[in-house]
């Protein structure tokens, strides 16, 4: 038994790692069924397997390598997933609550905790600091929950970084005047302060230009994880290099980012993805590993100090999230979210008990002796538990009453068909889809590929299966499934309307057709057949950029479109995209359709931020379109023949889109429309050469001769 005891605590970092991703792996299939918050059973395996515990691992440099990338990714995540909007609109309430969160712990601790424990003055200030901070240990729960973007959770958000952000100034000001008493706090705050607005200033400045640049120039996957995961870890350095715990840093590098990362995007999947899967769970293991719980049965005076450390601090957060709650009018089980996320503590709390240890009194000793030590830690244990399972039960009330509020779902037919023929526009239709489509209803998307049945059809075949296993692997990074099919037909156009019949799809997203030269037809050889024989929405876009770097969408909205068919349909497209991508989107046209679309947006889609602008008559497009900047998106509404909103300025368009927007951005949607519904398309039925009319050839031979 000795010998075996011997190979204890394990050393071996190959066995340390393996040991840990058993853990990440077995413990939340033991907590789900047990119904625990997952977050709890990683900081219990830490304590078990601790040095504290049954001492199996030793708590070497990985756990503090990992576990400091560990709490910098949960701050990185909370402001990439920051509504931005709602931080905009909310930013009152949010200071309101970040310095409810702050005071309260901060004046219940300071008063009580010196009569109560017997501290001194410093100890008690720094004691204080401590149970005002606090650390977003349960934000996984709310991502799990999709409620990242929900107003609790952004004011919790914010007003955390507001406490924790005060608290370590006021723990940096004690440490310098500790170290020198000639120093004034006041001054050592306002330095600090200064350091910190030059440093957001700066970033605020230059992150967002580079990160600009780099999407539009590199596309590819693995180096825009790198760009993103330096712009996180420079941030923290350059804040912890200020004299600012380096979380600040990251959770102000994921507020930089959040505009150019959208939530739905591959990029945001790789992400969450590395931290959840590693990162963030070898962070709450670490956490454990420093509890050591025996502290409790030592005698009743430690356990005494752990009972008012905890009582006090949960207490003052628990007083300022319900006061804020009731002040803001919000409901209950919002505002036990508040508390839930901003109850625990963790890795703030170990920041500034880290300063207190380094700070030495006149008597020899250091300002946080080890009973205060051990109280904060095992208050570490308790409020997480607290917070994780506080969140647990407000995230499930809240999805289950918005649940109820929400209108039904079931009855959108969204299924969104990409018909896909090159590698250049593949990637980009495939994300455009994905920052189109319902998430809510987890439905796939349908990759297609025609290919004309000639002498080369084979080696044809064989390149467009390669293209949709290609984009396949496209939408499995954002998690989003997808059919495919290649098909071989005669025609383009019928061999997508067959398809289209086949999957029973609601709409169609494809690339515009790339013209080499004036005299080319704009549609090319089939899209305009195409939109002729299908009365669905079809939505031909021409992506000249990265979509994430797209800063407006301007839509060009015709007279009377809001008595067609699917009026509703493309809006909804075209503001969830803009949700997505945290961008204005500016709506063009007469005073009744802006009106319509204002009252649809306010009511389903409230968070977008969106603007109306008049104009009165069609034949003012264009100049709308020479104010359209490179970095904008123009989004056309069109209409086919005979229909209600049809204008013969129509046919006129792509002449002024090959005048105004050649290799810029550019969509353009046909609604779904009155007329022959999908379902009575017959396969037999004589493919129509298009629209020009003999009479339009008629008005340009005479133009011409003009």
């Keep these: 038994m000795q010998n075996f005891l011997s190979y204890f605590p394990i050393t071996d970092a190959t066995w340390i790692f393996f040991i840990v991703l058993c853990i990440i792996l077995f413990a939340p299939m033991l907590m789900g069924r047990l119904r625990i918050p997952h977050i709890i059973g990683m900081v219990l395996s830490g304590i078990i397997i601790g040095p504290y515990g049954l001492n199996i691992l030793a708590r070497d440099a990985s756990f503090e390598l990992f576990g400091q990338v560990g709490l910098y990714y949960i701050m990185f995540l909370a402001g990439l997933e920051m509504d931005m909007e709602g931080l905009k609109k909310n930013s009152h309430r949010m200071a309101f609550f970040g310095l409810l969160t702050f005071c309260i712990p901060f004046l219940l601790v300071f008063l009580a905790g010196g009569q109560l424990l017997d501290y001194s003055r410093p100890a008690v200030l720094l004691l204080s600091c401590v149970m005002a901070s606090n650390t977003l240990i349960a934000y996984p729960i709310v991502c799990k929950y999709g409620l990242q973007r929900h107003r609790s959770v952004t004011l919790s958000v914010g007003a955390s970084m507001m406490a924790l952000l005060m608290a370590l100034l006021v723990s940096s000001g004690l440490s310098s005047v500790m170290r ?282 064989a390149q467009g299966i390669g293209l949709l296993e290609d984009a396949v692997r496209t939408a499995s990074t954002a998690d989003v499934r997808m059919q495919t099919q290649s098909r071989i037909s005669t025609n383009v156009a019928n061999g997508i309307m067959h398809a289209f019949k086949e999957y029973n799809a609601s709409e169609i997203i494809m690339g515009l057709h790339e013209t080499k030269s004036d005299t080319e037809n704009f549609w090319g050889t089939f899209t305009e057949s195409l939109f002729t024989e299908l009365n669905r929405q079809i939505v031909i876009a021409q992506l000249a950029q990265p979509l994430n770097t797209i800063r407006r969408i301007q839509v060009a909205v015709p007279s009377r479109v809001e008595y067609e068919a699917g009026f509703h349909r493309w809006i909804d497209r075209l503001a969830r995209l803009a949700a997505n991508l945290d961008c204005l ?113 008629l008005r340009e031979w005479l133009k011409g001769k003009n």
């Excluded at 959840?276 to 430690?302: C, E, K, Q, S």
């Excluded at 039960?393 to 969204?414: F, M, W």
């Excluded at 046209?589 to 389903?604: E, V």
């Excluded at 969509?667 to 379902?679: K, S």
């Design 180 to 461: 020198d008493n000639n120093s004034s706090i006041w001054w050592i705050v306002i330095l600090l302060m200064a350091k910190l607005c030059a440093y957001c200033a700066a970033m605020a400045y230059l992150i967002p230009r580079i990160t600009r640049w780099f999407l539009q120039h590199y596309s590819d996957a693995v180096t825009q994880f790198i760009f993103a995961l330096g712009v996180l870890f420079l941030n923290a350095a350059i804040t912890s290099f200020i004299g600012i715990e380096g979380v600040f840093g990251a959770f102000f590098a994921g507020l930089l980012l959040n505009r150019y990362i959208p939530r739905v995007s591959p990029l945001m999947a790789r992400i969450e993805f590395t931290g959840n899967a590693l990162f963030i769970p070898y962070f709450l293991i670490g956490v454990g590993m420093l509890i050591d719980i025996r502290m409790l049965f030592t005698g009743w005076h430690a356990a005494f100090i752990v009972t008012a450390i905890v009582v006090l601090g949960t207490l003052g957060k628990m007083i300022a999230a319900y006061a804020a709650g009731y002040a803001l009018r919000l409901p209950l089980s919002n505002g036990h979210m508040l508390f839930g996320l901003t109850s625990a503590h963790a890795a703030g709390s170990i920041a500034i008990v880290m300063v207190g240890i380094n700070i030495h009194t006149a008597d020899g000793g250091t300002l946080v002796d080890s009973e205060m030590l051990n109280g904060i830690v095992m208050m570490i244990l308790f409020t997480c538990i607290i917070s994780s399972l506080v969140t647990e039960h407000a995230s499930r009330t809240i999805v289950l009453a918005e649940e109820i509020a929400t209108p039904e779902q079931s009855g959108d037919d969204e299924k969104i068909l990409l018909p896909i023929s090159n590698h250049e526009s593949m990637e980009q239709l495939v994300n455009l889809a994905i920052l189109m489509r319902n998430p809510k209803l987890n439905r796939g998307l349908i990759g297609l590929n025609v290919v004309l049945d000639d002498t080369n059809v084979e080696r044809n075949q």
């Design 585 to 697: 989107i500016q709506f063009h046209g007469r005073q009744d359709s802006l009106s319509l679309i204002n009252s649809y947006i306010q009511n389903i889609y409230p968070e977008v931020r969106a603007d109306y602008t008049a104009m009165p008559h069609w034949i003012e497009v264009g100049q709308m379109m020479s104010r359209v900047n490179d970095d904008h998106l123009l989004v056309v509404i069109t209409a086919r023949k005979s229909t209600v909103s049809y204008k013969t300025a129509f046919e006129k368009l792509p002449a002024e889109l090959r005048r105004y927007y050649k290799q810029k951005n550019l969509m353009i949607i046909f609604p779904d429309q009155y007329g022959e519904p999908a379902d009575m398309m017959s396969f037999t039925a004589p493919q129509k050469g298009g629209q020009v009319t003999a009479y339009a050839k």
